[in-house]
């Protein structure tokens, strides 16, 4: 019975995960729209460098967001 209790715990983890992920996902997409929105057609190069950037901590933000999720649920599975 334990088995099928820790396969569930990380089945709903996983949904969990999932709904977050498209949250965090659509906050993102704001986020990067709005870097986008404040480049005007006349910005430098600087500017546009500064804009990938940003975009760029945002991506690496998401990114170890998920991994250290990922890394979690690896640890309780091997245990």
Do not use: F, M
């Not at 986020?31 to 975009?55: C, F, S, Y």
């Amino acid at each position: 019975i334990v088995p099928a209790i820790g396969a569930t715990c990380l089945a709903l983890e996983a949904a969990l995960a999932l709904g977050e992920q498209a949250e965090r996902s659509r906050v993102l997409a704001h986020r990067l729209e709005l870097i986008v929105a404040d480049l005007g057609p006349a910005e430098t190069l600087e500017a546009h460098q500064a804009a990938a950037k940003a975009a760029i901590r945002l991506q690496r933000a998401q990114e170890n967001h998920w991994t250290e999720g990922a890394e979690r649920r690896r640890l309780i599975r091997g245990s």
